[in-house]
């Protein structure tokens, strides 16, 4: 069974920042990793989606980066402002057969950025 | 384009009452999954449909009943009402591209109380 850890739980940085949050993956075998946003009372906003043949993708300030190997996935954020506070959530989609489409999620992390 | 839509936002049930959780997605994807959220165990998959007429049983189905009768619509039955399924239910859609699922889309969510 696919378990998802994130560390930190919960990080609170100043304003211009750059952090690192940590995903990491008991079963290499997967298709895909996303990356989430959650906003207080609100729903997921995806915010990048890695291939498993992938090493990395990049979207503005944000770079997530997949070493499938050692079941580990890294979410860069750079220049961090207070709009950046949120939940993280990391999630994995399983390969293939009936599990296809399946995501497993972690815990999340919870961001907060003070001015 | 409204994209997923879940009703009721929230709702206040007594133990043993049945109810259904309303989605509708208007993307003509062909996958769709309900998700429940708890605090410090991120989302857990419910139930899934692959399409009209075909789900299948995710990680905690027991207490839960779907049905996929056309692409856009994925209600969710709550058979018994129990305090245990306090939680926040969440609604997604995606669609495939080469055998794989892309772009998750989730609703905004139903906070739903069991007293």
């Excluded at chain 1, 946003?37 to 944000?62: F, N």
């Excluded at chain 1, 599990?99 to 950025?113: A, C, E, P, R």
């Excluded at chain 2, 039955?77 to 305090?83: N, T, V």
């Amino acid at each position: 069974k696919q378990e998802v850890t994130q560390i930190p739980a919960a990080l609170s940085v100043p304003e211009g920042e750059n952090l690192v949050l940590n995903c990491s993956f008991t079963d290499s075998a997967i298709y895909n990793l996303q990356w989430f946003r959650q906003d207080p009372g609100k729903g997921l906003t995806s915010l990048l989606l890695i291939q498993s043949s992938q090493r990395e993708q990049t979207s503005g300030r944000l770079n997530a980066s997949l070493d499938k190997s050692s079941g580990r996935s890294t979410l860069y954020i750079a220049a961090s402002q207070p709009g950046d506070s949120a939940t993280y959530l990391c999630a994995v989609g399983d390969a293939g057969g009936t599990s296809y489409g399946k995501l497993t999620f972690g815990q999340g992390t919870i961001l907060t950025v003070h001015p | 384009n409204a994209g997923v839509t879940q009703t009721p936002k929230f709702q206040v049930l007594k133990t043993g009452q049945s109810m259904t959780l309303q989605c509708a997605q208007d993307m003509n994807h062909e996958y769709m999954s309900w998700y429940r959220q708890d605090p410090g165990m991120g989302l857990r998959l419910i139930h899934y449909s692959v399409g009209a007429g075909i789900t299948d049983q995710g990680e905690v189905p027991n207490g839960y009943n779907v049905s996929r009768s056309t692409t856009e619509d994925f209600p969710l039955r709550l058979l018994s009402a129990a305090p245990s399924q306090t939680s926040v239910y969440f609604c997604a859609s995606s669609y495939s591209v080469t055998g794989g699922y892309y772009g998750y889309t989730f609703g905004s969510g139903t906070r739903l109380t069991v007293v």
